[in-house]
Every structure is written in structure tokens, then in C-alpha cells.
């Protein structure tokens, strides 16, 4: 290894086009720039020979480290050179004594990040660094750049099973949270939940159907459906709409329906985010506590009802397109 550089090289079981793009798309920059616990609250990227890109990273503490920079060579997928610099808030170079004091850290960082297909879907990244291990040791970086690719690795983790179709499920004390990747624009998957014609083609888990009886979708608008399940039985339905942001979010509350010996209420944010042409979508269904939610799973299925759910919605949408 040169003396005044230093290297960083990961493997990721991931296609290398999706490492090149969570590498440069700024929404996904945005859930790995940064060690552990450190959050990434503007990232501004113009990815072409000449182009500049501003990116921000935060502290546990709340201190803001700045950086801005410009692109010097890119090859889609293979390989990005850089240079960067640290700056303020407005995009303005400054001395990297602004973040770190009287040192010998560079105010110029020159970089070159690589991205080498092995086969069988793995991806070689090479990152490399202008200035010494040495100096890498001393500040820190190169453990903030190992904890930074940790977390890059689990976004592509996330990009792998968004591809392949996959509903993410997480269960955590009283929250049952699905992610999932839909092949439509955020538009049309944020219609298919705006009116009754379009919910009856795939509301509900497989062999199920629906019938609105009165639907206001708006701010503490109510819907009240019924829905038919595969061995007869009807289900009364009553929803609140709590909040509606066209077309990033639906937020709204199961009221119950006054049959069952036991009602269920629970409450559902539905998060919709434009991934390039398609949309990923985040189902969190908040429950009034775990043993809600786990009598829900036992009693109903819930769970696995909620993944077809999200899977009819899926076929759905493919027939829009």
C-alpha cells in the first residue's frame, strides 16, 4: 500500500448497478452516510463530471459536520473519483481546523471508490484515500468509514429483498411495521388507497373481497366497508382517517365494528417513498399493547394477513402499469 493512502475494500452479495446506486442516489445516501448513531440530515448530489455534491452528517451530540465537493471522474457502475473538502451549511470550503483544531488533517481529501463485479451477484467496493492510515488511525476515520459501510450494507440488504418482491416484517412490542417494494409510481400506489372502486379490486388477504357502504377520504373521514371472507362470513368494518398527505402518507385507525366478543382497534400509518420509478411502502400498525397484537396474530392471522395484503396490493398495481 502507498504510505500517503489509505484503503478500504468490502464485499456485498448485491449486483453491483445496486451498490453503484446506493452509493449515489442522496435518499439512500442518506440512511448510511455516518458512523453508528449518527443521522444524515441534507445530502445534495449532481452525479456527472464537474458535479457538486453537499452532504451533512450529525452527531449523537447534535454537531453538524459539513462537507462539499466535486466529481472528477465517474464511470456508471464501475468507479468515482472525487475531491472533498469541509465546509459550512452554505456549501463554502473551510479549513478542516473549523472541525477538528490546529492538526495535520488534510483540507483536501481526494478519493476513488471502486465497484468490481464477482460473479454469482457480489460486488467488490474499494474506497480509496489521500492521505495516510496513519492519519486515518488518528482521527478516527477509519473506524467511521467501516461503521459507515456497515450501514451501508444494511440498506443493501433492504434494496436486495425490495427486489425480489419481499414483504419485510418487524415485530416489536406492541408495533408490527411491513416493508415493502411495489413496482408503480408513488402516485398510483398512493391512489390505489384513495377510493372505493380501486380498494374492492385488492383490499383485504387472499380469497377475500370488500363492499364500501360510505367512504369520506379526508381528515376524520369514516369508512365503512364489509368484508367477505372465503367461507361466507362478513366482517363489519369501521375506519377513521386521522391524517392524509397526498401522497406520502395515510394515517388512520381501526375503530372496530360492535360484533365480536372482542373488538379490534388498532392504528395504521401507511408511509409511501418514490424509489426511482416505483415505490417503497411502510405499513406500521400500532396496537394498544403486545398482548393486542399477539392475540391479533393467534386469533386472526394477522401477520401473514397483512403480507397478503400488501401482496394484493402488488398484483394489483402490475395491472395499472
Known amino acids: ?43 445534495s448530489i449532481d452525479l456527472k463530471v464537474g458535479g457538486k455534491f453537499h452532504f451533512c452528517m450529525r452527531a449523537p451530540d447534535g454537531k453538524d459536520y459539513w462537507n462539499v465537493g466535486e466529481y472528477t471522474e465517474i464511470v456508471v457502475p464501475e468507479k468515482i473519483g472525487s475531491k472533498m473538502y469541509f ?46 492510515e496513519e492519519i486515518a488511525e488518528q482521527f478516527g476515520e477509519l473506524e467511521g468509514w467501516n461503521q459507515s459501510l456497515d450501514r451501508f450494507e444494511k440498506v443493501l440488504d433492504h434494496l436486495a429483498n425490495f427486489d425480489q418482491g419481499q414483504c419485510i416484517v418487524t415485530l416489536e412490542k406492541n408495533t408490527a411495521t411491513y416493508k415493502k417494494y411495489l413496482n408503480a409510481p408513488i402516485s398510483k400506489t398512493f391512489e390505489a388507497w384513495s377510493s372505493p372502486d380501486r380498494l374492492a379490486q385488492w383490499w383485504g388477504p387472499d380469497g377475500f373481497s370488500i363492499t364500501t357502504k360510505t367512504m369520506n377520504f379526508s381528515a376524520n373521514g369514516i369508512w ?98
Request: aromatic residues 12%.
Open 224 to 321: 365503512q366497508f364489509v368484508m367477505h371472507g372465503p367461507d361466507g362470513q362478513d366482517y363489519q368494518n369501521k375506519i377513521q382517517f386521522l391524517e392524509i398527505q397526498k401522497p406520502h402518507l395515510i394515517f388512520y385507525q381501526q375503530l372496530g365494528h360492535g360484533e365480536d366478543v372482542q373488538e379490534v382497534s388498532f392504528q395504521s400509518r401507511i408511509t409511501f417513498e418514490e424509489a426511482g420509478m416505483g415505490t417503497n411502502l411502510t405499513m406500521t400498525q400500532l396496537f394498544p399493547s403486545q398482548q393486542e397484537l399477539e392475540r391479533v396474530a393467534v386469533h386472526y392471522g394477522a401477520i401473514e394477513g397483512g403480507k397478503q395484503h400488501l401482496g394484493n396490493l402488488a398484483k394489483y398495481l402490475s395491472k395499472q402499469i
Open 1 to 43: 500500500m502507498n504510505k500517503n493512502e489509505f484503503k478500504i475494500t468490502r464485499e456485498f452479495k448485491v449486483p453491483r448497478e445496486k451498490v453503484f446506486e446506493a452509493w449515489t442516489n442522496p435518499k439512500l445516501v442518506q440512511q448510511w452516510w455516518g458512523p453508528a448513531n449518527f443521522e444524515s440530515p441534507f445530502c
Open 87 to 132: 465546509s459550512d451549511k452554505d456549501g463554502t470550503i473551510r479549513p478542516a481546523s473549523d472541525y477538528f483544531g490546529e492538526s495535520n488533517f488534510p483540507n483536501e481529501m481526494i478519493d476513488l471508490v471502486t465497484f468490481e463485479s464477482r460473479g454469482d451477484d457480489c460486488t467488490t467496493l474499494t474506497l480509496c484515500r489521500n492521505h495516510s
